[in-house]
């Protein structure tokens, strides 16, 4: 990872939030990779946001960690050759820890009622970024299959079995 990437995106962080009228610091945490090897952005509460202020930037259902999140990662790797591109998670307030784990255990279950049923599970309300997430931890099952049906807003992941002779016309795994 290249270093000055990651000091751009801290830096990039801090000023939409100064613009945004909050001047706060951004800490990079190099060793905390998430399954895709994302450089963590976290936006340091301590100074001085309110409980109020924390939600708005979190926005519902992380919306407002998405959004920011999304601009960082087109405008920090606009015009770079897809194997320089660095991929930003942007943390607050231990959202994207918690959301993980939330993940982890729905694509767990996902898993469980593929198996016990054989049929396809299809999981709703996951953005693109968090269908990746699911994508990529359910790689490390054998036994099972994931792409993604429809078309945003209603994208949803499908968990299948991997033997399964079921057709993915859409098949995609983002």
């Keep these: 990872m290249d270093e000055h990437q990651v000091q751009s995106g801290q830096q990039w962080l801090e000023e939409l939030l100064r613009l945004s009228g909050l001047?706060?610091?951004v800490q990079t945490d190099l060793s905390k990779f998430d399954t895709e090897g994302s450089c963590w952005l976290t936006i340091d509460p301590a100074h001085s946001l309110t409980p109020d202020q924390i939600q708005s930037l979190i926005g519902k259902d992380?919306?407002?960690?998405d959004a920011m999140q999304y601009l960082a990662n087109t405008t920090l790797n606009m015009g770079r050759a897809e194997g320089t591109q660095v991929a930003f998670t942007i943390e607050l307030d231990g959202y994207r820890v918690r959301r993980q784990a939330q993940?982890?255990?729905?694509?767990?279950?996902?898993?469980?009622?593929?198996?016990?049923?054989g049929q396809e599970y299809e999981m709703a309300a996951l953005s693109a970024a968090e269908r990746r997430q699911v994508h990529t931890y359910l790689?490390?099952?054998d036994?099972?299959?994931t792409y993604s049906r429809g078309r945003e807003p209603d994208r949803r992941l499908v968990v299948k079995l991997a033997n399964s002779d079921s057709e993915n016309p859409q098949d995609d795994p983002e």
Excluded at 62 to 65: D, E
Excluded at 104 to 112: G, I, K, M, R, V
């Design 23 to 25: 001047p706060i610091q």
């Design 62 to 65: 992380g919306i407002g960690l």
């Design 103 to 117: 993940l982890q255990e729905l694509a767990d279950q996902a898993a469980e009622q593929v198996r016990e049923t």
């Design 139 to 141: 790689k490390s099952f």
């Design 143 to 145: 036994d099972l299959d």
